[in-house]
C-alpha cells in the first residue's frame, strides 16, 4: 500500500470553511454555556445579610433590610393553650352537632388519650363591632376590640406537647437552645431606646411559663441580645447600691466613664471587653429608667381603673393589669420588643394556665376577667395613643384544643391541627379574617399556616428578609424561620 494511502476506516479530510463553520459553532456554545452560567449565578438565593453591631453599642438602633411597616412589636403569649373553640372560632355546626361522635373519628386517640363526644362552645358567641366578627362572652373586652383585629383561623403546630410547643412559637424550633424571636429581632435591629433593654419579657404574676427562659434566651446569638425579665411585682434586681454605700448619680457616672476608659485604653480593639463595659453602661442607665417606667404613680386614677390595676376583689387580675400597663410604658420609651405571659405552670395542669383538660369551665371562669379587660385596655390604650400605629401586636398560643371533650372529663385535649391566634397594629388588614378551621374546629383546611408562617410575617412587616436574616452556628446559617416560612401576604394592609 502507497505511503500516503488512507486506511478504509479512517475518516477523509474536513474542508476549511466546513472545518471553520464547526469552529465558530463550539465558540457560540462555549459562550452560551458562559451566559447561562452566569444567570444561574445570578438566580441563586443571596446570602445573608449581617447587622453591622459595634460591640461597644450592641442595642444601638440599625437599618432593616427594607422599608418597614412596623418599628415596635408586643406579644401577648396565652400558656397552657387557649381554646379557640371557646374564644375566636365561630363554628355553627359544632352548636348544632353538640353530644354527637366526631365524624370519622369516632375512637380518636390524642395527648391524654380516648375521646368523647363534639362539646359546644361552654360560652354564647354574640357579633362584635361594626364589623359584626363572632367572638364568645368569655373575653367580652377583647371581643369589642374585634374591628381592630387580624384574625388568623388556620395556625397548625408542629407538637402536641406544651414544652415542644412553646419552644416552637417562641424559637421556631421544638427543641431547647435556639434564641427567642425578640432575641432575633433585636439582633437584627438594636433599639431606639438608650436607658433600656432592647428586648423585655414580663412573665405573668404567677410564675414563668412552663419552658421559662427558653422564651428569651439569646442561645447561640450573642449575650447582648438575650431578654431582660421583670415585672411590675418584681423589679430588676440589684439596681441600688447596697445600704450604707450610696453615692450621687452624677459621682457613679463619672466613675464608670473612667474606668472604661482606663480599660479601653489598656485593651485597644478587644471586642469581649466593649460588649461588658456596654453591658455595664446599660446597668447604670437603667438603674434610672427602669425605677421610672415601673413608676405607676403619675398614671391618671382613670387608667389604672380601665387597666383593672387597683381590682381589690381579684388581686390576680390587679397583678397582671399593672404587667399590662408597664408593657404599655416599656413600649411608650422605645423598647423594640415586648413579650407578655399570661399564664404559668407553677401552680400544675390548668390550675393557674390556659391548659383546661378536666374543669374548663370552671377554669377558664377563673383565668378570663384575668386576662381580659387589662389586655384589651393595653391593645386600647396603645392605640388611642397613637403607638399602634407603629407597633405589632401579636395574641398568640402554643396550640388549640379539641372539638370534643376527652373521655371521663370537662375538658378538651391539645390539637395542634387547628387553631386561632390574631395580630394588629402596624401593617396588618383590620377588620380582617385569614384561613379557616373545618366545620368542627378541628383542623385546618383553608389557607393552613405554620408557625414559621407567622414569624416571616412578623419580621417582613419589621422590615426583615426572614429567609436572610440568619446566624452562622456550628456550620449552618440558622434562621427563625429554619428553612421554612412564607410571608402571609394577604393579611398585609
Same mark, same amino acid.
Given at each position: 500500500?502507497?505511503?500516503?494511502? @488512507?486506511?478504509?476506516n479512517?475518516?477523509a479530510?474536513?474542508?476549511?470553511?466546513?472545518?471553520?463553520?464547526?469552529?465558530?459553532?463550539?465558540?457560540?456554545?462555549?459562550?452560551?454555556?458562559?451566559? $447561562?452560567?452566569?444567570?444561574?449565578?445570578?438566580?441563586?438565593?443571596?446570602? =445573608?445579610?449581617?447587622?453591622?453591631?459595634?460591640?461597644?453599642?450592641?442595642?444601638?438602633?440599625?437599618?432593616?433590610?427594607?422599608?418597614?411597616?412596623?418599628?415596635?412589636?408586643? /406579644?401577648?403569649?396565652?400558656?397552657?393553650?387557649?381554646?379557640?373553640?371557646?374564644?375566636?372560632?365561630?363554628?355553627?355546626e359544632?352548636?348544632?352537632?353538640? *353530644?354527637?361522635? %366526631?365524624?370519622g373519628?369516632?375512637?380518636?386517640?390524642?395527648?391524654? *388519650?380516648?375521646?368523647?363526644?363534639?362539646?359546644?362552645?361552654?360560652?354564647?358567641?354574640?357579633?362584635?363591632?361594626?364589623?359584626?366578627? #363572632?367572638?364568645?362572652?368569655?373575653?367580652p373586652?377583647?371581643?369589642?376590640?374585634?374591628?381592630?383585629?387580624?384574625?388568623?383561623?388556620? #395556625?397548625?403546630?408542629?407538637?402536641?406537647?406544651?414544652?415542644?410547643?412553646?419552644?416552637?412559637?417562641?424559637?421556631?424550633?421544638?427543641?431547647?437552645?435556639?434564641?427567642?424571636?425578640?432575641?432575633?429581632?433585636?439582633?437584627a435591629?438594636?433599639?431606639?431606646?438608650?436607658?433600656?433593654?432592647?428586648?423585655?419579657a414580663?412573665?405573668? =404574676?404567677?410564675?414563668?411559663?412552663?419552658?421559662?427562659?427558653n422564651?428569651?434566651?439569646?442561645?447561640?446569638?450573642?449575650?447582648? @441580645?438575650?431578654?431582660?425579665?421583670?415585672?411590675?411585682?418584681?423589679?430588676?434586681?440589684?439596681?441600688?447600691?447596697?445600704?450604707?454605700?450610696?453615692?450621687?448619680?452624677?459621682?457613679?457616672?463619672r466613675?464608670?466613664? %473612667?474606668?472604661?476608659?482606663?480599660?479601653?485604653?489598656?485593651?485597644?480593639?478587644?471586642?469581649? %471587653?466593649?460588649?461588658?463595659?456596654?453591658?455595664?453602661?446599660?446597668?447604670?442607665?437603667?438603674?434610672?429608667?427602669?425605677?421610672?417606667?415601673?413608676?405607676?404613680?403619675?398614671?391618671? =386614677?382613670?387608667? %389604672?381603673?380601665?387597666?383593672?390595676?387597683?381590682?381589690?376583689?381579684?388581686?390576680?387580675?390587679?397583678?397582671?393589669?399593672?404587667?399590662?400597663? $408597664?408593657?404599655?410604658?416599656?413600649?411608650?420609651?422605645?423598647?423594640? @420588643?415586648?413579650?407578655?405571659?399570661?399564664?404559668?405552670?407553677?401552680?400544675?395542669?390548668?390550675?393557674?394556665?390556659?391548659?383546661?383538660?378536666?374543669?374548663?369551665?370552671?377554669?377558664?371562669?377563673?383565668?378570663?376577667?384575668?386576662?381580659?379587660?387589662?389586655?384589651?385596655?393595653?391593645?386600647?390604650?396603645?392605640?388611642?395613643?397613637?403607638? $399602634?400605629?407603629?407597633?405589632?401586636?401579636?395574641?398568640?398560643?402554643?396550640?388549640g384544643?379539641? +372539638?370534643?371533650?376527652?373521655? *371521663?372529663?370537662?375538658?378538651?385535649?391539645?390539637?395542634?391541627?387547628?387553631?386561632? /391566634?390574631?395580630?394588629?397594629?402596624?401593617?396588618?388588614?383590620?377588620?380582617?379574617? @385569614?384561613?379557616?378551621?373545618?366545620?368542627?374546629?378541628?383542623?385546618?383546611?383553608?389557607? +393552613?399556616?405554620?408557625?414559621?408562617? $407567622?414569624?416571616?410575617?412578623?419580621?417582613?412587616?419589621?422590615?426583615?428578609?426572614?429567609?436572610?436574616?440568619?446566624?452562622?452556628?456550628?456550620?449552618?446559617?440558622?434562621?427563625?424561620?429554619?428553612?421554612?416560612?412564607?410571608?402571609?401576604?394577604?393579611?398585609?394592609?
Amino acid at each position: 500500500m502507497p505511503m500516503n494511502s @488512507f486506511s478504509s476506516n479512517e475518516p477523509a479530510a474536513m474542508p476549511r470553511r466546513s472545518f471553520l463553520g464547526h469552529a465558530s459553532n463550539g465558540l457560540s456554545h462555549i459562550a452560551l454555556a458562559s451566559l $447561562l452560567a452566569g444567570e444561574a449565578r445570578a438566580f441563586q438565593p443571596p446570602g =445573608p445579610l449581617r447587622p453591622a453591631i459595634d460591640p461597644r453599642h450592641p442595642q444601638a438602633p440599625r437599618k432593616p433590610h427594607f422599608n418597614p411597616r412596623a418599628a415596635q412589636v408586643l /406579644v401577648i403569649f396565652c400558656s397552657g393553650a387557649l381554646s379557640h373553640l371557646d374564644t375566636f372560632d365561630y363554628k355553627p355546626e359544632l352548636i348544632k352537632r353538640d *353530644g354527637q361522635p %366526631l365524624p370519622g373519628d369516632s375512637k380518636l386517640i390524642t395527648f391524654q *388519650g380516648e375521646n368523647g363526644s363534639l362539646t359546644r362552645p361552654l360560652w354564647e358567641f354574640k357579633p362584635r363591632g361594626k364589623s359584626g366578627k #363572632m367572638t364568645s362572652d368569655l373575653l367580652p373586652n377583647l371581643g369589642n376590640l374585634a374591628d381592630d383585629f387580624c384574625f388568623l383561623h388556620s #395556625m397548625t403546630a408542629k407538637s402536641n406537647t406544651h414544652g415542644p410547643a412553646e419552644n416552637q412559637m417562641s424559637t421556631g424550633f421544638v427543641l431547647d437552645g435556639f434564641p427567642g424571636m425578640g432575641c432575633w429581632v433585636t439582633y437584627a435591629l438594636g433599639s431606639g431606646c438608650g436607658d433600656l433593654p432592647a428586648f423585655v419579657a414580663i412573665p405573668d =404574676p404567677r410564675g414563668v411559663p412552663q419552658t421559662g427562659t427558653n422564651h428569651w434566651n439569646s442561645a447561640f446569638l450573642p449575650a447582648a @441580645f438575650q431578654g431582660t425579665p421583670f415585672n411590675s411585682d418584681k423589679p430588676i434586681p440589684f439596681l441600688d447600691p447596697p445600704e450604707g454605700k450610696k453615692i450621687s448619680e452624677a459621682s457613679s457616672k463619672r466613675m464608670l466613664e %473612667l474606668l472604661n476608659k482606663k480599660h479601653q485604653e489598656r485593651n485597644p480593639g478587644d471586642s469581649e %471587653l466593649a460588649a461588658r463595659i456596654a453591658a455595664f453602661e446599660m446597668a447604670g442607665k437603667m438603674q434610672l429608667a427602669a425605677k421610672q417606667v415601673g413608676d405607676f404613680s403619675r398614671e391618671s =386614677p382613670r387608667t %389604672l381603673e380601665e387597666y383593672g390595676a387597683n381590682d381589690r376583689d381579684n388581686p390576680l387580675k390587679a397583678r397582671f393589669a399593672r404587667n399590662c400597663l $408597664l408593657a404599655r410604658r416599656l413600649l411608650e420609651k422605645g423598647v423594640r @420588643f415586648v413579650q407578655l405571659f399570661n399564664g404559668s405552670y407553677a401552680m400544675g395542669e390548668g390550675v393557674g394556665n390556659w391548659d383546661g383538660h378536666k374543669f374548663l369551665k370552671q377554669q377558664y371562669s377563673t383565668h378570663a376577667p384575668i386576662l381580659d379587660q387589662p389586655a384589651a385596655a393595653l391593645i386600647r390604650d396603645l392605640k388611642q395613643r397613637g403607638l $399602634l400605629q407603629n407597633t405589632l401586636v401579636a395574641f398568640i398560643t402554643e396550640f388549640g384544643r379539641m +372539638p370534643t371533650f376527652q373521655k *371521663g372529663a370537662s375538658g378538651r385535649d391539645h390539637n395542634p391541627a387547628g387553631f386561632t /391566634v390574631f395580630l394588629a397594629g402596624a401593617g396588618v388588614k383590620a377588620p380582617f379574617s @385569614f384561613g379557616a378551621t373545618d366545620p368542627f374546629g378541628y383542623k385546618a383546611v383553608e389557607n +393552613p399556616l405554620t408557625i414559621y408562617d $407567622l414569624h416571616a410575617t412578623i419580621l417582613h412587616l419589621l422590615g426583615l428578609d426572614h429567609e436572610r436574616l440568619s446566624y452562622y452556628h456550628n456550620g449552618i446559617e440558622r434562621r427563625l424561620t429554619d428553612v421554612h416560612g412564607k410571608v402571609i401576604e394577604e393579611i398585609l394592609a
